[in-house]
Antibody, heavy 117, light 110 residues
Framework: EVQLVESGGGLVQPGGSLRLSCAAS????????MHWVRQAPGKGLVWVSH????????TYADSVKGRFTISRDNTKNTLYLQMNTLRVEDTAMYYC??????????WGQGTLVTVSS | QSALTQPRSVSGSPGQSVTISCTGT?????????VSWYQQYPGKAPKLMIY???QRPSGVPDRFSGSKSGNTASLTISGLQAEDEADYYC??????????FGGGTKLTVL
């Protein structure tokens, strides 16, 4: 059974940093592209970042480029999102998702990030 | 990276069919056959319902179908059921390993 479990969310002040993790199981993580997608409270889904299977290719939404870094450790079956210089508008539920056929397919349950003073 | 355009809400009675549109540009929806649709209940993670414009993952009822014409993709739900009441989002590959979502559509079953 495919499982994605996000962790690392919490309350952080504006300008602060946070690192999210996504533990994967039930599929060959090292062969899978992965995504981070976020959803602000009461708002829609927004694609944040993508990483290919060996981590050599990473892409970002304009809104987070230069502040967020996606990475992965295929020996630990874990995806990461390092978030720096956080803003109030980064407040959201952050989901990791496995890519299949150029689509985020299976999603974790999310981890909530709140940026507030 | 502009969001795809979806109607904010649609509604239908049980047994009827409803169609949700998703309009983009030739750089995303119109340029690739990588459009997907997601169902999301309040407080829950999204669930993939359609990928590659019209393909259904195993376990998704065949009442759900997808199509595309030009820069607009569509999700049709036939034989509407009460359990279909949820938010629906489209997503398209936009090239260069960038993806874009629609703003979401709230489906109400009357």
């Amino acid at each position: 059974e495919v499982q994605l479990v996000e962790s690392g969310g919490g309350l952080v002040q504006p300008g602060g940093s946070l690192r999210l993790s996504c533990a994967a199981s039930g599929f060959t993580f090292s062969n899978s592209w992965m995504h981070w997608v976020r959803q602000a409270p009461g708002k829609g889904l927004v694609w944040v970042s993508h990483i290919n299977s060996d981590g050599s290719t990473t892409t970002y939404a304009d809104s987070v480029k230069g502040r967020f870094t996606i990475s992965r450790d295929n020996t630990k079956n874990t995806l990461y999102l390092q978030m720096n210089t956080l803003r109030v508008e980064d407040t959201a539920m952050y989901y990791c998702a496995r890519d299949e056929a150029y689509s985020p397919s299976y999603w974790g349950q999310g981890t909530l990030v709140t940026v507030s003073s | 990276q502009s969001a795809l355009t979806q109607p904010r809400s649609v509604s239908g009675s049980p047994g009827q069919s409803v169609t949700i549109s998703c309009t983009g540009t030739s750089s995303d929806v119109g340029g690739y056959n990588h459009v997907s649709w997601y169902q999301q209940y309040p407080g829950k993670a999204p669930k993939l319902m359609i990928y590659a414009v019209s393909q259904r993952p195993s376990g998704v009822p065949d009442r759900f179908s997808g199509s595309k014409s030009g820069n607009t993709a569509s999700l049709t739900i036939s034989g509407l059921q009460a359990e279909d009441e949820a938010d629906y989002y489209c997503c398209s590959y936009a090239g260069s390993y960038i993806w874009v979502f629609g703003g979401g559509t709230k489906l109400t079953v009357l």
